[in-house]
């Protein structure tokens, strides 16, 4: 499976853009890019997900390298309900199983 | 249902004993997959179903662990003998078709004792 690389925690301003970034040198032809996020005391949530174009969703845009070996997820205001762990994960679209491979995770707090 | 449900939210057990999980998928998913969070940010797959057979069984203890999706039946994880080191949370997702988005439920934090 191919790994992701990101950051161990961020910090943002509420009400700013908070741009989370991730690597993926390894990623494949067929590998989709996917990102959830985990609030405190909950499970993870689906957020966006992407193969080579740019996506945006109500929740979040996901800007993808042409070369597809990095990815970043943009909130474009941050709340302070985005204060989660945000995980970049990559499926292979060829033998997917569906399973989920979850790296650290980046923790993103936001502050007032 | 709308969501993924799961049961119980916090479970103890003494060491040696059974522990069973439930996971009531979201209606009209096919997809159903069970993690395990161990540590804050520590994820492993365990097992996945398409209805009620298993699909994906690759990070599934040998021994000890077992799971089933039986038709009109929450699916169940259930864990013989329990140690220590199975105290963790289980999530419970489902997805409608296998590469879709995963809807995961909140968890269930097994504690042994």
């Known amino acids: 499976d191919a790994k992701t690389t990101q950051p161990n925690s961020m910090e943002s301003n509420e009400e700013e853009p908070v741009h989370l970034p991730c690597n993926h040198s390894?990623?494949?032809?067929?590998?989709?890019i996917h990102w959830y996020r985990q609030l405190p005391s909950q499970g993870p949530e689906y957020v966006i997900h992407?193969?080579?174009s740019n996506v945006n969703n109500r929740m979040a845009s996901l800007a993808i390298a042409e070369d597809r070996k990095s990815s970043t997820l943009i909130l474009h205001r941050a709340t302070l309900r985005d204060a989660a762990v945000y995980y970049c994960?990559?499926?292979?679209?060829?033998?997917?199983?569906?399973?989920?491979?979850f790296g650290q995770g980046t923790t993103l707090q936001v502050k007032p | 249902g709308e969501e993924v449900a799961q049961t119980p939210k916090h479970l103890v057990r003494g060491e040696g004993q059974k522990a069973k999980l439930y996971c009531a998928p979201i209606?009209?998913?096919?997809?159903v997959f069970w993690y395990q969070q161990v540590l804050k940010n520590e994820f492993k797959f365990l097992i996945s179903?398409?209805?009620?057979?298993?699909?994906?069984e690759t990070g599934m203890p040998k021994e000890r662990f077992s799971a089933k999706c039986l038709p009109n039946s929450p699916c169940s994880l259930e864990i013989q003998a329990t140690k220590l080191e199975d105290s963790a949370v289980y999530f419970c997702?489902?997805?409608?078709?296998?590469?879709?988005?995963?809807?995961f439920g909140d968890g269930t934090r097994l504690s042994i004792l």
């Open positions: 997702a489902s997805s409608q078709v296998r590469n879709q988005p995963q809807h």
């Open positions: 390894t990623i494949s032809g067929t590998d989709y």
């Open positions: 992407g193969l080579t």
């Open positions: 994960i990559l499926s292979s679209g060829s033998s997917n199983t569906g399973k989920l491979i």
């Open positions: 209606k009209g998913h096919s997809y």
């Open positions: 179903f398409q209805n009620e057979n298993v699909f994906d």
